[in-house]
């Protein structure tokens, strides 16, 4: 179903076409994936509340770009996007004299693709993958919020991406002369729903709503390496030069993602909101007792990662409420 009420962009991409300069170039082993941090790095963080003025709060979170080997100078592909957030929270306010009583404050989440946030045009209404995303998020976020303090109202949460990072599987998927999907698109959308998690939590705060604490996202993958790139977080699996468990993957940075995890987690009381793993594990043998499992090492490394990102979240919050203090008027 359209919206004939707009006129829709073209269907194609909305990026020109950039020419190779020879046919070489294209299935040049330059132009593979490579990891340039260490698996235990996770990329820069730049996160902000209050931009929106006319929302009860609100706040804008972007990562930094993967870095590109100096191999891929002249190349025919893009380098790979950044992930770039924005959130607006609207309420509480009353809901309406229709609707039911609730006891508790009525949450709802909107996650939405901006036409322009990846290489193939997206629509303007909301597809399964962006109600799926809506859904994960609204579970990460329920357990946050005294939803007991606020009855009968409503909140909307609304999170727009920017501009997203599954570009990057055709990337690799042209340079390996193959279309590989599959478990790097999933990494791709779990690393936009850990973003949201943690801008939700930004602009939640912003907005004065009571938490029980901060929740922030984070993302951990199982991925094959070659030997010579086996410096991992954690090793597993029987082929140890092979297997990794790395922090904050990217689609440009592995070759093979066998499974992700994205966890949304709160510090101060050790508690998990949210837990979404898809892939394989590697076949492994059965692990000996005092050891985990490889689900067991994903998580951990997944609760590491949103660890990472809360220090972040603190400091923008802590940043926000000094400004906040300034430019309060003094009482005379």
Same mark, same amino acid.
């Given at each position: 179903?359209?919206d004939r009420r ?11 076409p ?8 294209i299935t040049?082993?330059s132009h ?9 790095? @996770?990329? &820069? ?10 929302a ?8 930094? &770009?993967?870095p590109?080997?100096?191999t +891929? ?5 893009? !380098?790979?996007?950044? @992930? $770039?957030?924005?959130c ?9 004299? /229709?609707a039911?009583?609730?006891? $508790? ?6 996650? $939405?693709?901006?036409?322009?946030a990846?290489?193939l ?5 909301r ?12 579970? /990460?976020?329920?357990? #946050? %919020?005294f939803?007991?303090?606020?009855p009968k ?9 920017l501009?997203?990072?599954?570009? !990057?599987?055709?990337?690799?998927a ?5 279309d ?5 698109? #999933?990494?791709?959308?779990?690393? %936009?729903?850990s973003?949201? %998690?943690t801008?939700?939590?930004?602009? =939640?705060?912003?907005?004065g709503?009571?938490c =029980? ?5 984070g #993302? /951990?993958? =199982?991925v094959? +390496? ?8 954690? $090793?597993?699996g ?10 904050d ?8 993602i066998?499974s992700?995890c #994205? ?9 998990v ?8 594990s ?5 692990p ?16 590491? /990662?949103? %660890? !990472? ?7 923008? =919050? &802590?940043?926000s409420?000094?400004?906040?203090m ?7």
């Open positions: 179903m359209t707009r006129v829709n962009g073209p269907s194609g991409g909305t990026e020109p950039v020419f190779a300069l020879s046919s070489d170039s040049s082993s593979r994936a490579t990891r340039l941090r260490d698996s235990t790095d @996770l990329r &820069k963080i730049f996160l902000k509340t209050g931009l929106t003025p006319s009860s709060g609100s706040a804008y979170l972007e990562l930094e &770009k993967a590109v080997p100096s +891929q100078g002249a190349s025919f592909f893009s !380098a790979p996007p950044a @992930l $770039k957030l924005t607006t929270v609207h309420g509480p306010r009353p809901l309406p004299r /229709a039911p009583f609730t006891s $508790k404050l009525l949450l709802t989440t909107h996650v $939405k693709f901006a036409p322009f990846t290489r045009r997206r629509g303007y209404l597809d399964a993958s962006e109600r799926d995303l809506a859904v994960h998020l609204e579970t /990460a976020l329920r357990g #946050v %919020i939803g007991e303090r606020w109202s409503g909140v909307d949460i609304i999170v727009t991406v501009e997203g990072e599954e570009d !990057a599987v055709r990337v690799n042209l340079a390996d002369g193959e590989r999907k599959g478990g790097n698109a #999933v990494c791709g959308m779990m690393s %936009i729903l973003g949201c %998690i801008v939700a939590s930004a602009a =939640i705060v912003d907005a709503l009571d =029980i604490d901060l929740v922030s996202g #993302v /951990a993958a =199982i094959r +390496q070659p030997a010579a790139e086996s410096n991992s977080y954690e $090793k597993t029987e082929d140890e030069s092979e297997i990794q468990i790395v922090l993957p990217t689609e440009s940075d592995h070759g093979e066998l992700t #994205v966890v949304g987690y709160l510090q101060s009381r050790d508690e909101t949210e837990l979404w793993m898809s892939g394989s590697p076949s492994m043998s059965q000996s007792s005092g050891s985990q499992s490889n689900v067991s090492l994903l998580v951990d490394g997944a609760v590491q /990662a949103a %660890i !990472a990102a809360r220090h972040v979240l603190s400091e923008a =919050i &802590k940043e409420m000094e400004l906040r300034q430019s309060k008027p003094s009482d005379d």
